[in-house]
């Protein structure tokens, strides 16, 4: 069984930036889409960003133009890349692998707390 492990959270200045990496213990080649979830206290996890096997990319509208996801099926690691940081990006994230083999593996999550 694949496990993801995130990490690179922590606390940084509003404009500041980050990188997440999310280890897989495993191959990720055979996950389809691997993506980052954030979860604000209080509030829903939503999906951020997306990488499909193939490259193709998906944002959501609130980190367009600042975060950046990317994936290397060599070593198992999926990055997001976040600057510009916001108080409003302040979040758990969580790193998920789906539509392959495993169907559906998450990580623990990494806290990311962004001051204004």
């Known amino acids: 069984q694949v496990r993801l492990v995130e990490s690179g959270g922590g606390l940084v200045q509003a404009g500041g930036s980050l990188r997440l990496s999310c280890a897989a213990s495993?191959?990720?080649?055979?996950?389809?889409?691997m993506g980052w979830y954030r979860q604000a206290p209080g509030k829903q996890r939503d999906l951020a960003a997306l990488v499909t096997r193939a490259g193709g990319r998906n944002y959501a509208d609130s980190v367009k133009g600042r975060f950046t996801i990317s994936r290397d099926n060599a070593k198992n690691v999926v990055y997001l890349q976040m600057n510009s940081l916001k108080p409003e990006d302040t979040a758990v994230y969580f790193c998920?692998?789906?539509?392959?083999?495993?169907?559906?593996?998450w990580g623990q999550g990494t806290q990311v707390t962004v001051s204004s």
């Open positions: 495993g191959s990720i080649f055979s996950i389809n889409v």
């Open positions: 998920r692998g789906w539509g392959g083999i495993p169907n559906d593996v």
